[in-house]
Protein backbone atom coordinates (compact mmCIF):
# COMPACT_ATOMS: atom_id res chain seq x y z
CA UNK A 1 0.00 0.00 0.00
CA UNK A 2 1.05 3.71 -1.17
CA UNK A 3 0.13 6.76 0.30
CA UNK A 4 -0.20 9.75 -1.53
CA UNK A 5 -1.01 13.05 -1.10
CA UNK A 6 -2.42 13.70 -4.80
CA UNK A 7 -5.08 10.87 -4.54
CA UNK A 8 -8.16 11.95 -2.99
CA UNK A 9 -9.34 8.46 -3.31
CA UNK A 10 -8.24 4.97 -3.08
CA UNK A 11 -6.91 3.56 -6.32
CA UNK A 12 -6.63 -0.34 -7.09
CA UNK A 13 -4.10 -1.67 -9.87
CA UNK A 14 -3.87 -5.25 -11.05
CA UNK A 15 -0.13 -4.98 -11.91
CA UNK A 16 1.79 -7.37 -15.20
CA UNK A 17 2.51 -9.92 -12.53
CA UNK A 18 -0.75 -10.00 -11.55
CA UNK A 19 -0.19 -8.42 -7.62
CA UNK A 20 -2.43 -5.86 -6.74
CA UNK A 21 -1.34 -2.50 -5.58
CA UNK A 22 -3.29 -0.28 -3.36
CA UNK A 23 -3.14 3.63 -3.25
CA UNK A 24 -4.54 5.92 -0.60
CA UNK A 25 -5.13 9.14 0.33
CA UNK A 26 -3.61 10.21 3.49
CA UNK A 27 -5.82 9.51 6.69
CA UNK A 28 -7.61 6.86 5.09
CA UNK A 29 -8.77 4.04 7.93
CA UNK A 30 -8.13 0.30 7.74
CA UNK A 31 -11.80 -0.42 8.03
CA UNK A 32 -12.79 1.40 5.46
CA UNK A 33 -10.20 0.31 3.02
CA UNK A 34 -11.22 -3.40 3.75
CA UNK A 35 -14.67 -2.36 2.70
CA UNK A 36 -13.85 -0.79 -0.28
CA UNK A 37 -11.36 -3.63 -1.48
CA UNK A 38 -14.49 -5.96 -0.77
CA UNK A 39 -16.78 -4.04 -2.78
CA UNK A 40 -14.61 -3.84 -5.71
CA UNK A 41 -13.87 -8.34 -5.76
CA UNK A 42 -15.96 -8.05 -8.81
CA UNK A 43 -14.19 -6.25 -10.86
CA UNK A 44 -10.62 -7.17 -8.79
CA UNK A 45 -11.36 -11.40 -10.17
CA UNK A 46 -11.95 -9.94 -13.68
CA UNK A 47 -8.95 -8.47 -13.62
CA UNK A 48 -7.18 -11.21 -12.56
CA UNK A 49 -8.58 -13.37 -14.66
CA UNK A 50 -7.90 -11.22 -17.46
CA UNK A 51 -4.08 -11.22 -16.50
CA UNK A 52 -4.32 -14.59 -16.46
CA UNK A 53 -5.59 -14.70 -20.13
CA UNK A 54 -3.33 -12.24 -21.46
CA UNK A 55 0.01 -13.66 -19.78
CA UNK A 56 -0.68 -17.36 -20.65
CA UNK A 57 -2.45 -17.40 -24.01
CA UNK A 58 -0.71 -15.31 -25.96
CA UNK A 59 0.56 -16.54 -29.20
CA UNK A 60 4.11 -15.90 -30.65
CA UNK A 61 5.06 -14.07 -33.64
CA UNK A 62 7.46 -14.17 -36.00
CA UNK A 63 9.24 -11.15 -38.28
CA UNK A 64 9.27 -12.96 -41.58
CA UNK A 65 7.06 -12.30 -44.61
CA UNK A 66 3.21 -14.31 -44.34
CA UNK A 67 3.24 -13.31 -40.79
CA UNK A 68 -0.07 -11.61 -39.80
CA UNK A 69 -0.50 -8.26 -37.13
CA UNK A 70 -3.57 -7.11 -36.79
CA UNK A 71 -4.71 -3.67 -37.72
CA UNK A 72 -8.04 -2.08 -36.57
CA UNK A 73 -9.26 -5.69 -36.72
CA UNK A 74 -7.94 -6.94 -39.56
CA UNK A 75 -5.20 -9.13 -40.10
CA UNK A 76 -2.17 -7.99 -42.71
CA UNK A 77 0.59 -9.96 -43.61
CA UNK A 78 4.19 -8.57 -42.86
CA UNK A 79 6.66 -8.15 -46.16
CA UNK A 80 10.08 -7.85 -45.84
CA UNK A 81 11.13 -5.56 -48.07
CA UNK A 82 15.15 -4.31 -48.97
CA UNK A 83 13.85 -0.76 -49.18
CA UNK A 84 10.88 2.05 -48.38
CA UNK A 85 9.98 5.28 -47.52
CA UNK A 86 9.28 4.08 -44.13
CA UNK A 87 10.40 1.79 -41.37
CA UNK A 88 6.88 0.39 -41.52
CA UNK A 89 4.13 1.25 -43.75
CA UNK A 90 0.80 -0.48 -44.53
CA UNK A 91 0.65 -0.48 -48.42
CA UNK A 92 -2.02 -2.34 -50.53
CA UNK A 93 -3.03 -4.56 -47.66
CA UNK A 94 0.54 -5.61 -47.00
CA UNK A 95 2.34 -4.21 -43.44
CA UNK A 96 6.04 -3.49 -45.01
CA UNK A 97 9.03 -3.26 -43.06
CA UNK A 98 12.46 -2.49 -44.47
CA UNK A 99 15.06 -5.12 -43.61
CA UNK A 100 17.35 -3.00 -42.23
CA UNK A 101 15.16 -2.62 -39.02
CA UNK A 102 15.05 -6.09 -38.45
CA UNK A 103 17.35 -6.12 -35.05
CA UNK A 104 14.94 -4.78 -33.74
CA UNK A 105 11.42 -5.33 -35.31
CA UNK A 106 9.41 -4.89 -32.22
CA UNK A 107 10.44 -0.89 -31.50
CA UNK A 108 9.72 -0.44 -35.42
CA UNK A 109 6.15 -1.87 -35.32
CA UNK A 110 5.33 0.04 -32.09
CA UNK A 111 6.57 2.95 -33.29
CA UNK A 112 4.28 2.24 -35.97
CA UNK A 113 0.90 1.33 -34.00
CA UNK A 114 2.05 4.71 -31.93
CA UNK A 115 2.11 7.14 -35.22
CA UNK A 116 -1.45 5.47 -36.47
CA UNK A 117 -3.08 5.99 -33.17
CA UNK A 118 -1.50 9.47 -32.97
CA UNK A 119 -3.64 10.05 -36.20
CA UNK A 120 -6.69 7.89 -36.35
CA UNK A 121 -7.89 7.92 -32.71
CA UNK A 122 -8.60 12.42 -32.17
CA UNK A 123 -11.12 12.03 -34.82
CA UNK A 124 -12.90 8.74 -32.94
CA UNK A 125 -13.03 10.44 -29.48
CA UNK A 126 -14.41 14.07 -30.70
CA UNK A 127 -17.60 12.52 -30.89
CA UNK A 128 -17.89 10.07 -27.67
CA UNK A 129 -16.32 13.07 -25.68
CA UNK A 130 -19.10 15.21 -27.15
CA UNK A 131 -21.76 12.73 -26.31
CA UNK A 132 -20.50 12.16 -22.71
CA UNK A 133 -19.86 15.98 -22.15
CA UNK A 134 -16.10 16.12 -20.86
CA UNK A 135 -13.28 17.64 -22.46
CA UNK A 136 -10.15 15.70 -23.20
CA UNK A 137 -7.16 18.27 -22.79
CA UNK A 138 -4.69 15.97 -23.74
CA UNK A 139 -4.76 12.27 -26.06
CA UNK A 140 -1.42 10.14 -25.83
CA UNK A 141 -0.62 6.74 -27.41
CA UNK A 142 1.64 4.94 -25.55
CA UNK A 143 3.02 1.41 -24.11
CA UNK A 144 0.58 0.66 -20.57
CA UNK A 145 1.51 -3.01 -20.18
CA UNK A 146 -2.13 -4.89 -19.82
CA UNK A 147 -4.07 -1.86 -19.35
CA UNK A 148 -6.17 -0.29 -22.78
CA UNK A 149 -6.10 2.94 -21.37
CA UNK A 150 -5.65 5.76 -18.02
CA UNK A 151 -7.11 8.69 -17.46
CA UNK A 152 -6.63 11.53 -15.01
CA UNK A 153 -8.82 14.13 -13.35
CA UNK A 154 -7.32 17.12 -15.66
CA UNK A 155 -8.59 15.40 -18.79
CA UNK A 156 -5.60 13.57 -20.13
CA UNK A 157 -6.11 10.56 -21.85
CA UNK A 158 -3.76 7.51 -22.45
CA UNK A 159 -4.14 4.72 -24.74
CA UNK A 160 -2.24 1.86 -25.37
CA UNK A 161 -0.70 1.49 -28.49
CA UNK A 162 -1.81 -1.89 -29.07
CA UNK A 163 -5.35 -0.81 -29.15
CA UNK A 164 -4.68 0.01 -32.59
CA UNK A 165 -5.21 -3.72 -33.75
CA UNK A 166 -8.91 -3.98 -32.66
CA UNK A 167 -11.77 -3.57 -34.66
CA UNK A 168 -13.35 0.02 -34.50
CA UNK A 169 -16.14 -0.36 -32.16
CA UNK A 170 -14.10 -2.24 -29.67
CA UNK A 171 -11.85 0.98 -29.97
CA UNK A 172 -14.78 2.96 -29.49
CA UNK A 173 -15.52 0.92 -26.23
CA UNK A 174 -12.04 1.69 -23.94
CA UNK A 175 -12.49 4.94 -25.67
CA UNK A 176 -16.21 5.69 -23.74
CA UNK A 177 -14.16 3.74 -20.83
CA UNK A 178 -11.65 6.14 -20.22
CA UNK A 179 -13.77 9.08 -20.96
CA UNK A 180 -16.77 8.01 -18.43
CA UNK A 181 -13.52 8.08 -15.81
CA UNK A 182 -13.42 11.71 -16.37
CA UNK A 183 -16.93 12.04 -14.64
CA UNK A 184 -16.21 9.23 -12.10
CA UNK A 185 -12.91 7.63 -11.16
CA UNK A 186 -13.76 4.33 -9.91
CA UNK A 187 -15.61 1.81 -11.31
CA UNK A 188 -19.17 1.99 -9.00
CA UNK A 189 -22.63 0.99 -10.25
CA UNK A 190 -22.49 4.99 -11.22
CA UNK A 191 -19.86 4.57 -13.72
CA UNK A 192 -21.36 1.67 -15.11
CA UNK A 193 -24.78 3.61 -15.83
CA UNK A 194 -22.77 6.36 -17.31
CA UNK A 195 -20.78 3.82 -19.80
CA UNK A 196 -24.58 2.38 -20.48
CA UNK A 197 -26.18 5.59 -21.48
CA UNK A 198 -23.55 6.13 -24.13
CA UNK A 199 -22.97 3.27 -25.11
CA UNK A 200 -26.02 0.24 -24.58
CA UNK A 201 -24.11 -2.57 -25.96
CA UNK A 202 -21.52 -2.07 -24.02
CA UNK A 203 -21.66 -5.11 -22.31
CA UNK A 204 -21.20 -6.91 -25.77
CA UNK A 205 -18.67 -4.68 -26.30
CA UNK A 206 -16.93 -5.73 -23.37
CA UNK A 207 -16.96 -9.29 -23.40
CA UNK A 208 -15.58 -9.37 -26.98
CA UNK A 209 -12.59 -6.94 -26.23
CA UNK A 210 -11.71 -10.08 -23.61
CA UNK A 211 -11.81 -12.59 -26.36
CA UNK A 212 -10.09 -11.11 -28.71
CA UNK A 213 -7.31 -9.40 -26.09
CA UNK A 214 -4.93 -12.41 -25.68
CA UNK A 215 -5.01 -13.17 -29.72
CA UNK A 216 -3.20 -9.15 -30.36
CA UNK A 217 0.71 -8.79 -30.81
CA UNK A 218 2.06 -7.56 -27.10
CA UNK A 219 5.77 -8.61 -27.33
CA UNK A 220 7.44 -8.56 -23.92
CA UNK A 221 9.35 -5.36 -22.85
Keep these: ?8 QVRLTV ?20 K ?33 FPYLGRSHRLLVVETG ?4 RLLRGRLEIRQDVLHDPPMA ?11 WLPGRLSPWAKRLDVACEELRVRPLGYRW ?38 HSDRFWRLVQRAMPDFGARRDRLRRLGPDLWLPET
Excluded: F
Excluded at 85 to 88: F, I, T, Y
Excluded at 154 to 177: C, S
Design 36 to 68: LIRSRRRWLYGKLAERALLSNCRPPREYVSGEG
Design 109 to 119: LIAWYTRRGES
Design 149 to 186: GSCSLRGRLNIHWATMQLPPDLIDYVLVHELAHLHVPD
Design 15 to 34: ERDSTVSVTVPPGIGQLELV
Design 85 to 88: SADV
Design 1 to 8: MRVSERRR
